[in-house]
């Protein structure tokens, strides 16, 4: 009798646990595993020809064009990684400073700031790319009608300003996520705490350097994680503001785009390799995992228990 | 004297700035201006939506008419927008169900029964959790075509439906675990069976974190384009965003038309998100706050 029944709780757990598993186990843990062994194949369209060893990432590393086209989208992805930590993370911080005092309003705020975050980012990439319009875009409007007829230009257009114009309507959608992020952070730390420093200093560059940023240390460490593995899984703005190609001339090229452009083809290029898109899955992957485990442990080390 | 007074005046003014008055002054200033950054493009969008071409151009802060909806009309009678909107529903609807059903299911497991693999099965799905997939899209799009249902909606609700699936065991098997044991416990002593105490006793108890990992779920889901980009071509199987750049292609000059459909797309969330802010910023947040 105990027999059966363990066997009927063993059946029990094996029907709940094995369909969840079945779609993890096929639709991620299989496809990534694929991606790695792609990689060491040369291939023709959608079919797998020979084993060729490492040749396909020699080729997206060392050979020309591919070696500049994966240096330039490697530079931009950098880029973007520095300029959203400062513009999504930092001012992030700030904002939950602002919002942590619970000032009048502060409810509105906080829902305001969160807002464009549930946007999805097809939509702000579009918004923006009106606004951004040389002659009718809100920004060259405003910039006229404040008298800077001189600041007004083509921001998609140009090499110097496209690939900032893109990293400021990313700022303005994603900001309000370590926002609210720090705020939860801030929110835990206890009164105890904030009264005994209340005591001792009148300062408020101390209070943030010396507490609250110490105290908010474990949101920091998910929020420049994300903001790493996001900035270099970086494609829906670019695709739409820039273009598969990264116009103009390569200056809003992120590695994102250019696997996809590797990997399916673009309408001027038409030539698909999946070979080499595997490659470049393959070495983004590994160049991921390798600094946001480094960011990681070493923010985590700097995390203090209450 | 006189200059003695301005300037102990300043010195008192200078301290009022500096403490906690003029302090909170200054966030509240940095609070406005942001909080008006954030919005002004969305009212930028909706304004813009209820007018012509022309007056875009001409005044496009004005406040528009609002009973002038010939945009609107274009959009319902001329193109295939609602059919993308249907279509999210459909992909975002199957992908939630499955979700919240098959997590679950493996969060019920886990967190309910101690049996051998467990902390394994369990550490499986979380490894789950930081892979990103779009790196993997090769090895996807070949396995959706040897499935046969690439340019079917069945793709994107299977991808979605595992990409969901470990913040939702995640945050349910974390919640199922502080769960007690006295209700089970005494169902169980009645005779009540395994599906019957997970049906009618827990289930009712997990519902907070049903809503928690849905909101999760739900946004990304909805607003996803790279993985409809991959696998649709069909523009009767588009979903929203996907249908979005159709639609932004073909009106590329009638910019009523295109900030109309911008504020068609943005509605159903924004509306959505304006009713459940809390539950929404609970939720999206949840991976990252712990």
């Known amino acids: ?306 | 004297m006189s200059t003695a007074t301005t300037t102990a005046m300043a010195y008192q003014d200078r301290r009022g700035i500096l403490g906690t008055l003029g302090r909170d002054g200054l966030l509240q200033i940095i609070l406005i201006a942001n909080t008006i950054i954030m919005l002004a493009p969305i009212v930028i969008m909706v304004f813009s939506a209820f007018k012509t071409t022309p007056q875009i151009f001409q005044s496009p802060f004005g406040i528009p008419d609002f009973t002038q909806v010939s945009n609107f009309v274009k959009i319902w009678t001329q193109t295939n927008f609602l059919r993308y909107l249907l279509n999210s529903f459909v992909v975002t609807g199957a992908s939630m169900a499955l979700i919240l059903t098959l997590g679950t299911m493996a969060a019920y497991a886990i967190g309910r029964y101690a049996f051998t693999g467990s902390n394994f099965i369990l550490m499986f799905f979380l490894a789950g959790l930081t892979l990103p997939l779009k790196l993997a899209i090769i090895p996807l799009f070949m396995l959706m075509r040897d499935l046969s249902i690439l340019n079917n909606q069945l793709s994107l609700i299977f991808v979605y439906t595992a990409m969901g699936l470990p913040t939702t065991v995640f945050i349910m098997t974390g919640f199922i675990r502080t769960l007690p044991n006295e209700l089970e416990d005494a169902a169980r002593m009645d005779g009540a069976s395994e599906a019957r105490i997970m049906w009618s006793i827990m289930l009712p108890l997990v519902r907070p974190a049903m809503v928690i990992a849905g909101i999760q779920n739900v946004v990304p889901i909805w607003n996803d384009f790279f993985f409809p980009l991959v696998f649709i071509q069909n523009d009767d199987l588009k979903t929203l965003p996907q249908g979005l750049t159709t639609f932004m292609g073909e009106y590329t000059t009638d910019w009523g038309v295109l900030f109309s459909g911008l504020t068609l797309s943005a509605a159903p969330i924004i509306l959505i998100y304006i009713v459940l802010s809390r539950q929404f910023i609970a939720g999206m947040t949840s991976g990252a706050v712990k």
């Open chain 1, 1 to 306: 009798m105990p027999k059966l029944r363990m066997t009927g709780r063993g059946l029990w757990i094996t029907f709940l646990i094995v369909p969840p598993l079945a779609f993890v186990a096929l639709f991620i843990v299989y496809p990534i595993i694929s991606a790695f062994a792609y990689a060491f194949f040369d291939w023709q369209g959608l079919k797998r020809l020979d084993f060729v060893g490492l040749e396909n990432f020699h080729t997206v590393l060392f050979v020309e064009p591919y070696r500049s086209w994966t240096l330039n989208a490697f530079k931009n992805n950098i880029i973007v990684f520095f300029a959203l930590m400062v513009l999504q993370n930092g001012l992030g911080f700030i904002l939950a400073y602002a919002l942590w005092r619970e000032l009048p309003g502060a409810r509105f705020h906080r829902i305001a700031v969160f807002l464009p975050v549930v946007l999805s980012t097809i939509i702000v990439a579009y918004l923006f790319k009106l606004f951004y319009h040389p002659l009718f875009g809100v920004v060259n409007i405003s910039l006229r009608g404040l008298g800077l007829d001189g600041l007004a230009q083509p921001w998609l257009g140009q090499s110097g300003t496209a690939l900032w114009s893109i990293i400021a309507a990313q700022a303005w959608h994603m900001v309000g996520f370590p926002t609210l992020v720090f705020l939860a952070g801030m929110q835990r730390i206890p009164g105890e705490i904030l009264d005994a420093v209340r005591m001792e200093t009148e300062s408020e560059w101390v209070k943030i350097t010396q507490i609250v940023w110490p105290l908010v240390a474990p949101s920091a460490t998910i929020v420049f994680t994300l903001l790493f593995v996001g900035a270099f899984n970086w494609f829906e703005l670019p695709y739409i503001m820039g273009g598969l190609d990264g116009s103009p001339f390569g200056s809003t090229d992120v590695l994102g785009l250019y696997f996809y452009r590797t990997a399916f083809g673009n309408v001027s290029a038409g030539q698909q390799d999946f070979g080499l898109g595997s490659a470049l899955a393959v070495l983004i992957f590994l160049f991921i995992a390798a600094i946001a485990t480094v960011i990681t442990v070493r923010l985590r080390a700097r995390e203090i228990q209450i």
